[in-house]
């Protein structure tokens, strides 16, 4: 009975060990990097939300954060829909895309 139970783990533990530093460790340091970014949020950040708009931070309440997405047009979001900062490159390769469509 021990030895089946050996050879158990011995066949488990490395397969584990390896989905961990594969997919949980990954999956949990993302986590923590997008958790620092969106406690770091300040007006005036231009962002991308989880939706693929682009806007720039115009206030905050509580979880919500107002963006204005055109002149004279703000969109309350929530603040967890922010999936991060843009950056110029991106949003001229996003522009360009639609723009050979």
Known sequence: MGGALSQFLLLFAPLFAIWYFLVIRPQQQQRKKLQEMLANL??????????????????????V???QIASQIKVDVARSAITGIASEEAEAAASGGKAKK
Request: hydrophobic share 30%; aromatic share 8%; charged share 15%.
């Open 42 to 63: 300040k007006t005036g950040d231009r962002v991308l939300t989880s939706g693929g708009i682009y806007g720039t931070i115009m206030g905050f309440r509580n979880n």
């Open 65 to 67: 954060v107002q963006l």
